[in-house]
């Protein structure tokens, strides 16, 4: 079956632009979160959804940075006015809703901002 | 404050030689950990749950183990396909789902 698909793969945004990226996770996943991974580094959590809820953003570093999945499936990540320190990969993972199922990772999108 | 610690950040093998990677942790109240594969340009792709200490899983090559403060995964005579970086995660028994990795050993096997 189909996994986690995450796009643009890539995406180069100029420092002061606004980006988004976007996330399908597998269907009839009902939790969906956002990870974001710098070079050389473990992924960092960033915000989860639970259905269109979003539950937990304690991990957004700042208020540049809006997550949303208005209808429960599909999820955009959304930065605004980027700075260079935003340059990094930017993971979604879906999940059963059990506690422990384990998430499915996409396999990214990898934002430069220059 | 949960933490995951992995050593060593990197290791060089040669094919057939076996070793170990430990995954430190602390964490309040643990529900599971996780070990992930991850090759480069890919998101981490899932191996393994552990859900309490002296339990063990095995898939090919790899075994994982557990104890109330760590965890090992052993890999015995690994090949060349086995190269990548190895993530561990811990996930608390409150709050949500939330993964909270460590920074990964990057594994080299050379034939």
């Known amino acids: 079956g189909a996994g986690v698909s995450q796009s643009p793969r890539y995406k180069v945004a100029k420092r002061g632009q606004d980006v988004a990226l976007r996330c399908d996770p597998i269907?009839?996943?009902?939790?969906l979160f956002w990870y974001q991974q710098a070079l050389g580094q473990g992924p960092e959590f960033l915000t989860y959804?639970?259905?269109?809820?979003?539950?937990?953003k304690s991990g957004l570093p700042s208020d540049r940075f809006f997550a949303e999945r208005p209808e429960g499936s599909v999820s955009t990540l959304k930065i605004q006015r980027t700075q260079q320190e935003d340059s990094a990969v930017y993971l979604c993972?879906?999940?059963?809703?059990?506690?422990?199922?384990?998430?499915?990772f996409g396999n990214g999108t990898r934002l430069t901002v220059t | 404050e949960d933490q995951v610690t992995q050593s060593p950040e990197a290791l060089r093998l040669q094919e057939g030689e076996s070793s170990s990677l430990n995954c430190s942790y602390t964490?309040?109240?643990?529900?599971?950990l996780f070990w992930y594969r991850q090759d480069p340009g890919k998101g981490p792709e899932f191996l393994f749950t552990?859900?309490?200490a002296g339990e063990e899983k095995e898939k090919e090559r790899l075994k994982a183990t557990l104890t109330k403060k760590e965890s090992f995964l052993h890999i015995t005579a690994p090949k060349p396909e086995d190269s990548a970086t190895y993530l561990c995660?811990?996930?608390?028994?409150?709050?949500?789902?939330?993964?909270?990795f460590g920074t990964g050993t990057r594994l080299l096997v050379s034939p």
């Open positions: 993972a879906s999940s059963l809703a059990s506690g422990n199922s384990p998430l499915h």
């Open positions: 269907s009839g996943h009902v939790s």
């Open positions: 959804f639970q259905n269109e809820a979003q539950l937990d």
């Open positions: 964490v309040s109240g643990l529900r599971g």
């Open positions: 552990l859900y309490s």
């Open positions: 995660a811990v996930q608390a028994a409150t709050g949500f789902q939330k993964l909270v």
